[in-house]
């Protein structure tokens, strides 16, 4: 089974508007970490955000906001007062276990392709 | 402050022969792990390296092996190529930390592979 699933394959959105992209995700494990990850065209993963399951809050980070239901298990990324520079790929991913030794491992979804439109 | 590096970032091979791929950590940092992007794919988890040795590895066959070096870089190997072994493989870098840090890994641009 999928532990990460963004059914977004792409995505069109007007210059500064605001998007969502969506996450779902499926583990067992009460502690896991979720992370969205921005790759430009040169292939580097950029972090963008990270929201752990114990945090109260919802992460923000500049104009990135994550909007986490846990309930739901749904991490989507908001980002506000889009840019052409944000047109890339985004990929949301989950690592299980506490963020400690040995356990760096991350699950990544299959990514949405972000377009910005002048 | 220096990022992740990697080395080669082309190349190209054939089926059968072998690659050895190479990362430096960012500055700082003790933990490396490779990853492999086929496209239109998320990467998948390869394994990890900390204090040279293999701590967690993912479902890859044994064809893929890795070295970590005392000053942390790392190599990742692998034998007998395959055409489905075509792909942008990326090493991230990450320090050993605790519960109160995020943990997120930082990633090099990769090296991409094409096996024809």
Redesign the interface.
């Known amino acids: 089974a999928q532990k ?1 699933t963004q059914t977004q394959p792409g995505m069109f959105v007007q210059e500064k508007e605001a998007v969502t992209l969506d996450c779902t995700y499926d583990t067992s494990d009460p502690s896991y ?1 979720l ?1 969205w ?1 921005k790759q430009p065209s ?6 963008l955000i ?1 929201q ?1 399951s114990y945090d109260q809050q919802n992460a923000t980070e500049g104009r990135y906001s994550l909007n986490f239901q846990k309930a739901r298990k749904s991490a989507n990324l908001v980002i506000s007062a889009s840019q052409l520079g944000d047109s890339a790929m985004y ?1 949301c ?1 989950m ?1 299980e276990g ?14 949405t392709r972000l377009t910005i439109i002048p | 402050d220096a990022g992740v590096t990697q080395s080669p970032t082309h190349l190209i091979k054939t089926r059968g022969q072998q690659v050895t791929l190479r990362c430096s950590p960012k500055s700082g940092h003790d933990t490396v792990s490779w990853y492999q992007q086929a496209l239109g794919q998320g990467p998948q988890f390869i394994f990890q390296y900390y204090e040279e040795e293999e701590r967690q590895r993912g479902n890859f066959p044994d064809r893929f092996s890795g070295h970590q070096f005392p000053n942390y870089s790392s190599e990742l190997n692998v034998n007998a190529l395959l055409l489905g072994d075509s792909a942008l493989y990326l090493c991230a870098s990450s320090l050993v930390f605790g519960t109160t840090n995020t943990g997120e890994l930082f990633f090099g641009e990769g090296s991409r592979l094409t096996v024809l």
Not at chain 1, 42 to 47: Q, V
Not at chain 1, 98 to 111: A, D, M, P, Q, W
């Open positions: 990460i970490g992370f990850y040169s292939g580097e993963m950029i972090f990270y752990g990929f991913a690592r506490l963020s400690n030794f040995g356990n760096e491992k991350l699950t990544f979804g299959t990514g």
